[in-house]
Every structure is written in C-alpha cells, then in structure tokens.
C-alpha cells in the first residue's frame, strides 16, 4: 500500500511542478482545471483501496493536495491550506474515499453497481418489527476473519459508512442528487 502512495505522489509532484513552470501564464481557473485533471484524478484513481487506512498512511497524498491548492492560488508553502480547500470546494483525501465508497454503496442499492460488488454486501431485513424496519435501505455490515486488515473490506467497511449516512441522504431520488447531498454533508461535517 505504502509502494502505491508513494508512486502517486511522486508522479503528483511531477505534475505540480509542470504546472508550476507555467502557472504565470495561467488564470487560476485555468490552473484549476489542469490541477482537476493532471492531479486529482490521480488522486482518486484506486483511493477506494485505500479506505481504512490510518491518517498516517493517507498524510502524503493530502500533502500533494495542499500543494496543488497552493499552486492554484500561489500561495506560500507557509500558509494554511484549510482557507484554500474551503475556497476550491474540495474534500480531504480521507473524506474523497469515503465520499467513493457511499457511492458505491448506493449503487448497490440502486441495482446499478457491478456484481462483483453487489456481491459483497446485502440490504438488512430484520426477522422481526423494528423501528428500523421502516428504513428499508440499510445495509448488512459483513464479518471478518482477521482483526488486523478485515475492517478494510468493503464488505465491512460500506456498510457502516452508508448506516451512518442520515436518513435524508439514504433516501436521495437519483445518484446526481445523491452524489451533490454527500458532498454537502462531507464538506459540512469535516470544515464544521
């Protein structure tokens, strides 16, 4: 995991740095988009893998997205970065995960998602009438044999965050409003 994170980053910063040599010429939404593109999709390609991961093991990949936040504004390298990712409407890279994984989550619900993850987790039907029965979009969380890395799968891992999720958000109409509600929530809940 740690081999995966370093490669990312290093491939970040060379993209940074590109950016950087040119960022003079650029208005800021041009900057931003080339970040979008050129870093951030690197970013999130695969960050489903990492979901469970400590915050030490996630800490390189915020830090190259603190410094494409710096590089859109030309900001110092001392300047706090929460002001910047506030501005850009992004997420933390542990948020982005999570963010990922529910939405996995409801297409699951929705029927939309592949087997091979449909497969791996399945709605909650309780034997007997609960005040959870009404809530018909909860999610069985799965078992884990190891302790260690078992908390890590998917099987375990989405069904606790889309339990967590509020009732409003379970119940979103489509993904796209899905998928913009989450984001509000995600942003509202780690900036306050």
Not at 20 to 49: E, H, M, P, Q
Not at 53 to 67: I, M, N, R
Not at 72 to 100: D, G, N
Request: with cysteine.
């Amino acid at each position: 995991m740690k081999q995966h994170i370093k490669k990312v980053c290093q491939t970040c910063y060379f993209e940074i740095r590109r950016i950087g040599s040119i960022r003079k010429f650029l208005t800021v939404d041009a900057t931003k988009t080339l970040v979008t593109s050129c870093i951030l999709s690197r970013l999130d390609y695969c960050n489903s893998l990492l979901i469970g991961c400590p915050d030490s093991t996630l800490q390189p990949l915020q830090k190259v997205q603190h410094s494409a936040a710096r590089l859109i504004f030309r900001a110092q390298h001392r300047q706090p970065c929460t002001p910047l990712m506030k501005e850009l409407h992004w997420l933390p890279v542990s948020e982005r995960i999570r963010y990922k994984a529910a939405c996995f989550c409801y297409n699951i619900i929705s029927e939309s998602a592949p087997a091979y993850l449909s497969e791996l987790v399945s709605l909650y039907t309780p034997s007997r009438t609960l005040r959870s029965s009404d809530d018909a979009r909860l999610l069985r969380q799965g078992r884990f044999k190891r302790k260690a890395h078992g908390f890590r799968t998917f099987s375990y891992y989405g069904p606790q965050l889309w339990n967590s999720l509020p009732f409003q958000l379970r119940h979103s109409p489509s993904i796209s409003s899905f998928k913009s509600n989450l984001k509000t929530h995600l942003f509202q809940q780690h900036y306050g």
